[in-house]
């Protein structure tokens, strides 16, 4: 169960990292900054989000 909750918690901040990066994009914004900003936060919320998503999956429910 625990894992359950870990990759929910991973998935959620995948997710709003991905957010970011959108919202960093349509603002839009001049010089390298910008598009680093985007790029990392759109990296790291990709990684978080699958390797929430990969948690989920693959962890077994348990009889009670």
Same mark, same amino acid.
Do not use: P, R, T
């Given at each position: 169960m625990e894992k359950r909750i870990l990759g929910i918690i991973f998935s959620l901040l995948g997710a709003t990292g991905l957010i970011l990066a959108a919202v960093n994009?349509?603002? +839009? +914004?001049?010089g390298t900054r910008s598009i680093k900003t985007i790029v990392i936060? @759109? =990296?790291?919320? @990709? =990684?978080? %989000? %699958?390797? +929430? =998503? +990969?948690?989920?999956r693959s962890t $077994?429910? $348990?009889a009670s």
């Open positions: 994009f349509v603002n +839009g +914004g001049e936060y @759109a =990296i790291l919320g @990709a =990684i978080f %989000f %699958f390797s +929430g =998503i +990969g948690l989920i $077994k429910d $348990k």
